[in-house]
């Protein structure tokens, strides 16, 4: 015999963590949306590891007299 | 736990819903906190990118709302005293305090570090210190201390509209702090309006209201007092260069109309007030939030109507 007692407890948990997972997917997707504007628009953004700085680079003609 | 138990007399398990860590943050507040929050960075002169803006938006709201869990938190003793609270999550039993502390840091942190990302670090420090101010300053210390708890605690209230003024200028300028003036004076003789007529609850909490201190008849003479230092504040706004026409025609009429009202409860006293069940406080009340509303509403028409040349002087 199986005993299963939906109670009004479970469905609040259920609430409760469909709330907490639909938040969470939210701010996943807010952040990825606020990284592509970011990097879309230019924004002064650099990593400091394997990623090429440009501003390192000397300008062309600089320094050849 | 308790669930498991045979009977299923499982009602009082002290477990909340989504919606109880919800009501933690405020959200009425946050709905104000948005509108003002939205206005101010809407009528800075430099434009943000809409979906940078609305996310700086939603996450000075959220900080909002984690100094909102953090004062129920503190303040969990005096909401179960007072009737206007003590169906709130922590007093009713759904929500325990260490969950709404946990919460309150959380977010408070989250909405700080995402501001900046998204925004400045100006308007993230800005809402670092409204969230401080909110819960340190006036939550732990000024509301169970003075009378004057809610004339400085206004302060934390009036910070969302510079907030997101800096979220998209990235400096403070008079815009923004007239923008601050006019919540910060407005706070006064909209709390002790409520005061007036929700005196018994604070009386019994011992929270040191200027009703329960001073009686009604000082805070009546408060409120009128209040009210005509709030004006010019309110009208100084209409000539800087988020004002005009509009702005100034609207803060005319609801500047009479809150004068009048704050003048109506100056003349009346207790027994009068008591015998109508107080309306005349009940309808300024109501009335000094329609002002707030529709001044910060008219900067936003002002604005708006700027493309068209319409706006502004």
């Excluded at chain 2, 009386?203 to 209201?209: E, F, I, S």
């Amino acid at each position: 015999m199986t005993l299963r007692i939906e109670h009004e407890l479970h469905r609040r948990r259920f609430g409760r963590n469909l709330g907490l997972g639909l938040a969470l997917a939210v701010f996943v997707a807010l952040v990825f949306g606020l990284t592509v504007v970011k990097v879309k628009r230019g924004d002064p953004m650099q990593a400091f590891d394997h990623v090429a700085r440009p501003e390192l680079v000397p300008p062309q003609g600089e320094g050849e007299q | 736990m308790s669930d498991t138990h045979a009977n299923g007399a499982l009602t009082e398990t002290g477990e909340a819903g989504f919606g109880d860590y919800v009501a933690l943050l405020k959200p009425r507040v946050m709905s104000l906190v948005v509108f003002t929050a939205m206005v101010g960075l809407l009528v800075a002169p430099q434009g943000m990118h809409p979906f940078v803006a609305l996310i700086s938006v939603l996450f000075i709201a959220l900080g909002a709302g984690a100094s909102g869990a953090l004062n129920m938190w503190w303040d969990a003793d005096i909401d179960r005293v007072m009737r206007r609270t003590r169906a709130r999550p922590i007093p009713s039993g759904r929500v325990q305090p260490g969950e709404a502390l946990g919460l309150g840091l959380a977010l408070s942190g989250l909405s700080v570090m995402m501001l900046w990302l998204a925004a400045n670090a100006l308007a993230a420090l800005l809402l670092a210190f409204t969230i401080f101010f909110y819960v340190v300053i006036y939550s732990m210390w000024l509301k169970r201390s003075t009378p004057q708890n809610i004339v400085i605690g206004g302060a934390a209230g009036a910070f969302p509209p510079m907030i997101g003024w800096v979220c998209a200028t990235g400096s403070v300028s008079v815009e923004a702090c007239l923008m601050f003036l006019l919540i910060f004076m407005w706070t006064p003789p909209h709390f002790w309006s409520l005061a007036l007529f929700m005196n018994s609850d604070y009386q019994q909490a011992g929270v040191p209201m200027l009703t329960v201190t001073h009686g009604k008849r000082v805070t009546r003479n408060h409120i009128l007092v209040y009210t005509i230092a709030l004006v010019p504040f309110a009208l100084a706004t209409a000539f800087t260069s988020i004002g005009g026409p509009i702005y100034l025609a609207v803060s005319v009429l609801l500047n009479l109309g809150f004068l009048w009202g704050a003048w109506a409860i100056w003349r009346r006293g207790e027994a009068l007030a008591e015998g109508d069940g107080y309306t005349t406080e009940k309808a300024v009340f109501k009335f000094s939030l329609l002002y707030l509303f529709l001044h910060f509403g008219a900067l936003l028409a002002e604005a708006s109507l700027k493309p068209w040349g319409l706006g502004g002087w």
